[in-house]
């Protein structure tokens, strides 16, 4: 791959020419990675629904045509000036969240967010110029989180980049740049619900049963999955959850359901839907005195959280997270060993496998809510 440092790469990106219409196949032109960014060759991408939302731009700001994708893993093929860290064929997962490793929130040990390299959801160039590294005809085409991973090659800032073991299966891991670590995080490093408690998980897709999988690894007595979807709770038994509630099946509201099915409230709760009527819910279902309440989901831009101060004044917690609370660069590669030595399950977030000239079929699938993740192999 050192061959094509410094050089123009032509190759494959499926293009989101505007919102809602199938993605389009075409080949793009990938300049080489400017000071403090690398070249990566990506083998697999998976799709989130975070792509599927922003591909919709449903309350989110229009950027067209775009490059989405950014749950991934592939090997640097090159690096830009300043890059001492990465090199040539290393191992990488790509994060849609940085870690400069030099702001104040670097420097915590309590913050991933990053003063440089948070997520920008409408940023679709590059930090250092302010320019795209993708054209087609010379016409730039925009990128996605800082990563856009439904491309064959992509450039990303190196604070966005996590140097893993080679020996880590990319199809397997390239799940733990968002999805798991998002979910899973949002609990473990988060909730952190003691051992015993009870959990109730609002939304039962891959990041609700990562955020699950960790409760029940945490040790939780009772985990209650919340969906409106009956056809997620089989599934969702095998991520540890005990029981499960379908707002649906009842006149009263769901905290209520839940304060009544838990003595009071639940302990922890994560939500991961991005209904923002879903998040007071959680909210408002934890128990007071030491409850928690933990907001994972991406609301829509103009939606607002309102709940009575009463709840805050009888001591429910309520937080929010990126990414789990993982910092990429420092905390990534000790997850992925984790999986590596058998302690984290990842094959059974995995239902599905397209080659990349079927990604559209990814898109399907989970639009008809059907698996958990699928996985783009890049070579086909």
């Known amino acids: 791959m050192t061959s094509t440092a410094g050089k123009l790469i032509k190759c494959r990106a499926a293009i989101a020419w505007e919102a809602g219409k199938p993605l389009v196949i075409e080949e793009v032109e990938v300049a080489p990675p400017q000071a403090m960014e690398v070249r990566i060759k990506i083998l697999y991408t998976a799709l989130c629904h975070t792509d599927v939302y922003f591909w919709e731009a449903k309350g989110q700001t229009c950027v067209f045509p775009r490059i989405l ?113 998002t979910g899973f995080g949002a609990t473990v490093n988060v909730a952190k619900p003691p051992k015993g408690s009870t959990v109730a998980i609002f939304g039962l897709g891959a990041v609700g049963l990562s ?50 099915m838990t003595n009071g409230g639940v302990d922890r709760a994560v939500e991961c839907t991005g209904n923002v009527n879903a998040m007071i819910q959680a909210f408002e279902s934890v128990h007071d005195g030491w409850g928690v309440a933990v907001l994972v989901g991406v609301a829509h831009k103009d939606a607002e959280f ?25 905390d990534l590669p000790s997850v992925v060993e984790k999986y590596m030595t058998g302690e984290l399950e990842l094959e059974k977030f995995i239902t599905h496998s397209v080659p990349f000239s079927e990604i559209n079929t990814a898109f399907d699938l989970m639009l008809k809510g059907e698996g958990i993740r699928c996985i783009i192999r890049m070579d086909g």
């Open 69 to 181: 994708g950014h749950e991934a893993g592939g090997i640097v093929e090159s690096v830009g000036e300043g890059v001492d860290e990465l090199a040539p064929g290393d191992h990488v997962l790509p994060v849609f969240t940085g870690e400069c490793k030099e702001c104040a929130h670097c420097k915590s040990e309590t913050s991933n967010m990053c003063d440089l390299l948070r997520i920008n959801t409408d940023r679709g160039v590059m930090i250092s110029d302010e320019q795209s590294r993708f054209s087609i005809n010379s016409k730039p085409i925009y990128h996605f989180l800082g990563t856009s991973t439904f491309s064959e090659y992509t450039v990303v800032h190196s604070g966005c980049i996590a140097k893993i073991n080679p020996e880590a299966p990319l199809d397997k891991v390239c799940v733990l740049s968002c999805g798991f670590c």
């Open 306 to 330: 309102k709940t009575h101060p009463i709840n805050f004044l009888t001591e429910r917690t309520l937080k929010g997270t990126f990414f789990g609370n993982y910092r990429p660069r420092t």
């Open 211 to 260: 955020a699950a999988e960790g409760a029940r690894l945490s040790g939780a007595s009772r985990i209650i999955g919340v969906d409106v979807n009956p056809n997620k709770f089989l599934l969702a038994g095998k991520f540890g959850c005990t029981e499960f509630v379908n707002p649906k099946d009842h006149s009263k509201p769901v905290q209520q359901v839940l304060a009544e």
